[in-house]
């Protein structure tokens, strides 16, 4: 956000001026005003205390307005309240106000400051910034109750991959059976939906293994509400893993597969080690022997150590191929998990939509191309055959000439040679006709031979390879007109949920979406609006996952998924592998 | 009841002589801890998978086992000294005066027992010092871990000072009997004796005793310990308030135990039949009837509450109870102890010390499997139980068994050791035996209360 001109306005000293000249129409110092905004802007940058900041220009807002009613008194007052005297304090008085969220900061500036500056800048800030990128800025900033980073995780989504299994390993350099990720498929007595869950911790707010350690080992980072592990203060005693009612705890065993210095050259291109976070305690990637691991909800990743890139992403939630996973801010209603939740139909059906085909944009050119207002090879939508064969076919019925061919010689003989493939196919297969025979065929077709038999058949086939590629637009539009819900459907519905006008959206009236039914055609495709529900909710620990699907009852017991995880080279019975180790293994089992 | 009369002689008997059998005694006992050592050395140069232990959930075992198991059972046993400290100090049972210091002994014995298990149970017990007082002002306050660790250790320290302040009494008196080479350990024991202290003394260990009981049967054994497991709302095997007075129950039958079977060594090594009399036997072995009774009632309480119409969960826990045999022989065992000691309150004449040390050693067995039974079956039935891994499989590996053989040589060292610095009975019982003190005897069959016991 930074410009090279020496404006203290994120957009610049065009802009600064252009708001000067706005200030200047008004009755007020517009000088007072430049200042204000600037001390503003330094407020919501945390390099000026919003106690300062009243302070300092209180006498002059009274001078220009008669009254100052600058929501920052409030902070003033409490300031002048603390103050005892000691350096340190006072001192401390002008530093930032740390986790007050710039947005908050700058809602609360008022008069001259915020509102030509602030806001302008607000909005500069959040345009054109992808969706995870806006959430990690939410998880820097705090709202009041500060960041509680946490989940809301489809369990409708989910299909069993192990894909997000396998990243966590990956990313953490995990042992065999050490699965911080995991998923289980279950049967349970309530029939009906899909029974499969994405276990992951659930950083609870009022964690029981953060209560019951005797070290601060596992301790709740301030900053953003993460539930870690102090790995060179842990003592091993596992209270943490026998108070945890998930069972997310995998304790290290013995020496871990991967060493910290193989780990810190897999991260060596990052800014720091994936290990040590911004506080600089070891609470990141595998534990050592003899100390207790668990999700960490990649808290190096969060810190920027990988990039900004990074921050606001987990490794497991990158990795889902159905987007099962929305990692965020619970405390911030913006925040891309609190975002699906508000609406769970409309988040699926928008993810579930992403990159389908016929969307809207194809099924308007069909329609375009039908109402004859495009010519076929004006069309970027192919559903029938490809470009390469129409230029070839529509070249040789003389309907285009060799300046619009895009094909070279030898290309356009090789797709020719390809549709008489097709079309001397079973000639081929009982060596009735050569290779060579085809190549003949071609050369009359370009020397415009129209002649003979083949050459009847192949320019027969020319023009089945246009009515095939109209007849596949037709289709297009067909499906869309029918009962069918196309994908092209569901953006419409989407964009009409949103608040669109549905006759500003909708293609065709031919098609079934309207204001109506754009919430059924939604919840058709993407499925109902599903139950939420958080682990063991009754048990008090405040758990900062939330789950969209069936919830599993106390007599749900595990049973095999889609997925082995052994097919993906993963172990899920941790003690398969400890008891190679044990010593003394009498092979039975109390 | 023999014709011998008690005597110092008696006393120092220990410290000065050596036979064959101590030093065989010596060797075995080395060995065990030797071995144990050796299978420690192991687990620490290899790691805790060494054990038979693993994660519970996906992990397919048990967190906590044999070593936990054990750590409880020891602290049990230990709390054998504050309970004939207290009968005889506060409650005036001199009856059991001769075995009381016996016991306190067995109090640090067991308590350091105890304490080699935490340090085996950890996976880092190299940091247990700087991680665990350096945050100790903030873990103090919601850790049952850290509330365990104080309150083992005040236990520990009010008894070690009980017994360094009552053993001045009688190193002053028999000092001139004792050996020379030991002399040093003499001078710090009694540094600043002077006589009057004894009646000062006297009234401090009676606060002392006072204090103690309180602590170690309802705060420690009866506290921090079974709340360790009992604040878990997710096992429902664990969370129940019944846990506290259950698990001192447990101390109480164990620490009887282990004071009948300290006591019938001594008595056996040193011929004190005078001294440790069939009396002290007969009184112990009813108080243990007494306190299998109490504990067989308080199960009795959890099988009921777990299997009239329990949730899902706690059905299962129960289940688990009625068919497991780490449950049921136990169970069994105590009965049938229960039983004998009742019928050898009708029937006198059914007494036996050979009976009274099985009676002893089969209650021990059975509260250490009890106990471990307990711990790894929370893991086994725990409210989440969805995972295919859950319960867990878990048999003690040979270093863990290896630690259980080697504490009870380390608790057997330990007395080896002692036996031969100071006297082990208090000269105050031989006084009291001979009539020097001019207390009155208490009758033979005294009532059965027992007031330090809150059930």
């Known amino acids: 956000m930074s410009t090279d001109d020496d404006s203290f306005h994120p957009l610049g000293e065009e802009w600064e001026g252009e708001l000067e000249t706005m200030l200047d129409d008004t009755e007020y110092d517009s000088e007072l005003g430049m200042q204000m905004a600037q001390d503003a802007m330094a407020v919501t940058k945390g390099e000026l205390s919003e106690a300062a900041f009243h302070e300092k220009y209180h006498d002059d807002v009274m001078a220009e307005f008669g009254e100052d009613q600058r929501p920052t008194q409030e902070a003033y007052e409490q300031a002048q309240s603390d103050e005892t005297g000691t350096v340190g304090r006072m001192l401390d008085k002008f530093d930032g106000d740390g986790e007050e969220s710039r947005r908050e900061t700058m809602k609360k500036m008022g008069a001259a400051g915020a509102a030509a500056v602030g806001l302008s800048a607000w909005g500069a800030m959040d345009d054109g910034q992808p969706a995870h990128v806006a959430t990690a800025e939410d998880g820097d900033d705090g709202g009041d109750e500060g960041t509680q980073l946490g989940m809301v995780l489809d369990l409708e989504r989910c299909d069993g991959c192990l894909s997000c299994v396998t990243a966590c390993q990956e990313e953490n350099q995990l042992d065999q059976g050490v699965n911080w990720m995991y998923i289980l498929d279950y049967e349970d007595s309530t029939p009906g939906g899909r029974n499969r869950l994405i276990r992951p911790c659930q950083h609870c707010s009022d964690a029981p293994c953060e209560k019951v350690c005797p070290t601060t080992a596992r301790h709740t980072r301030d900053k953003d509400g993460l539930v870690l592990t102090d790995y060179d203060v842990c003592i091993g005693c596992r209270y943490c893993q026998v108070a945890c009612p998930y069972g997310v705890n995998y304790f290290q065993w013995e020496e871990p597969d991967v060493s910290t210095d193989e780990i810190r050259d897999i991260y060596s291109d990052m800014d720091g080690d994936h290990m040590t976070d911004d506080r600089d305690r070891w609470v990141d990637s595998r534990a050592p022997r003899g100390v207790m691991s668990k999700c960490t909800m990649c808290p190096t990743r969060q810190d920027g150590h990988m990039g900004e890139d990074y921050v606001g992403t987990t490794a497991c939630e990158e990795a889902c191929p159905p987007d099962a996973i929305q990692f965020g801010d619970m405390n911030d209603p913006d925040s891309a998990p609190q975002q699906y939740l508000s609406n769970v139909v409309q988040s699926r059906a928008r993810m579930q939509v992403d990159g389908q085909s016929p969307n809207m944009e194809e099924v308007q050119e069909s329609y375009d191309f039908l109402d004859e207002e495009i010519e076929l090879l004006d069309m970027e939508f192919m559903p029938g055959p490809d470009r390469d064969e129409i230029e070839a076919a529509l070249f040789i019925q003389g309907e285009i000439d060799e300046d619009d061919l895009s094909l070279d010689e030898e290309e356009l003989r090789d797709v020719l040679l390809d549709i008489l493939d097709d079309e001397f196919e079973d000639e081929l297969d009982e060596e009735e006709l050569s290779e060579d025979d085809l190549e003949s065929i071609v050369d009359d077709l370009l020397d415009g031979v129209e002649d003979g038999d083949d050459i009847e058949r192949a320019l027969a086939a020319m023009d089945t390879v246009i009515a095939d590629s109209e007849d596949a637009i037709q289709d297009v539009v067909d499906r869309y007109e029918s009962r069918e819900i196309t994908p092209a459907e569901v953006e419409e519905a989407l964009e009409i949920v949103d608040g669109a006008e549905p006759e500003d959206v909708v293609i065709s009236e031919g098609g079934i979406t309207d204001e109506a039914t754009a919430q059924q055609v939604l919840e058709a495709y993407a499925g109902d609006d599903a139950s939420t529900f958080k682990l063991l909710e009754d048990i008090g620990t405040n758990p900062n996952v939330t789950y969209i699907g069936n919830e599993p009852g106390p007599e749900a017991e595990q049973v095999d998924g889609p997925v082995a995880y052994d097919d993906v080279g993963l172990t899920d019975n941790r003690k398969e592998v400890l008891d190679e180790e044990t010593v003394g293994d009498f092979g039975v089992s109390l | ?455």
């Open chain 2, 1 to 455: 009841m023999s014709t011998k009369t008690p005597s110092e002689a008696d006393i120092l008997r220990p410290i000065d002589n050596f036979s064959k059998k101590y030093f065989i005694l010596f060797g075995v006992a080395g060995l065990a801890l030797g071995a144990f050592m050796v299978g420690w050395m192991y687990q620490l140069w290899q790691g805790m998978a060494v054990t038979g232990l693993s994660d519970w959930g996906s992990g397919g075992g048990v967190t906590w086992g044999l070593y936990i198991g054990a750590f409880i059972w020891w602290v049990g046993i230990a709390h054998g000294g504050i309970i004939l400290s207290a009968a005889v100090r506060l409650l005036g049972m001199d009856r059991y005066m001769p075995v009381a210091r016996l016991a306190e002994m067995l109090t640090l014995a067991g308590l350091s027992a105890a304490g080699f298990f935490i340090l085996v149970h950890m996976g880092r017990p190299d940091r247990m010092v700087t991680s665990v007082l350096g945050h100790y002002h903030i873990t103090v306050n919601n850790s049952p871990l850290v509330w365990d660790v104080t309150v083992i250790t005040a236990y520990f320290v009010l008894t070690a000072t009980y017994l360094a302040l009552t053993l001045r009494y009688d190193i002053t008196r028999l000092r001139g009997q004792l050996p020379d080479y030991l002399e040093p350990v003499y001078k710090v024991l009694t540094l600043g004796y002077t006589k009057k202290e004894d009646k000062v003394i006297e009234r401090m260990v009676w606060w002392l005793a006072l204090a103690i009981i309180i602590m170690a049967p309802l705060l420690l054994h009866g506290g921090v310990i079974p709340w360790l497991f009992a604040v878990l709302p997710t096992y429902p095997g664990w969370f129940s308030a019944v846990q506290g007075p259950q698990f001192l129950t447990i101390a109480l039958t164990s620490a009887i135990s282990g004071v009948i079977i300290l006591s019938y060594a001594f008595r056996r090594a040193y011929d004190w039949d005078h001294i440790i009399t069939d009396d002290i036997f007969r009184g112990l072995m009813l108080w243990l009837g007494f306190f299998c009774l109490l504990f067989l009632w308080l199960q009795l309480q959890q099988l009921t509450v777990g299997s009239f119409a329990p949730a899902t969960d706690l059905a299962t826990a129960t289940d688990s109870k009625f068919s497991h045999w780490m449950y049921v022989v136990p169970m069994l065992m105590v009965l049938g102890v229960l039983a004998f000691i009742f019928a050898q309150t009708v029937r006198p004449s059914l007494f036996s010390k050979t009976r009274s040390i099985i009676a002893a050693v089969l209650v021990l067995m059975a509260t250490l499997v009890e106990k471990t039974y307990f711990v790894i079956a929370g893991f086994w039935y725990p409210t989440f139980s969805i995972y295919e891994a859950t319960p867990g499989d878990y048999f003690p590996s040979v270093i863990e068994l290896l630690s259980l053989t080697g504490t009870i040589g380390l608790v057997v060292l330990f007395f080896l050791v002692v036996s031969k610095l100071v006297p082990v009975v208090e000269l105050h019982a031989i006084e009291h035996l001979n009539g020097e003190h001019g207390h009155d005897h208490e009758s033979d069959h005294e009532a059965a209360t027992e007031p330090e016991v809150d059930a």
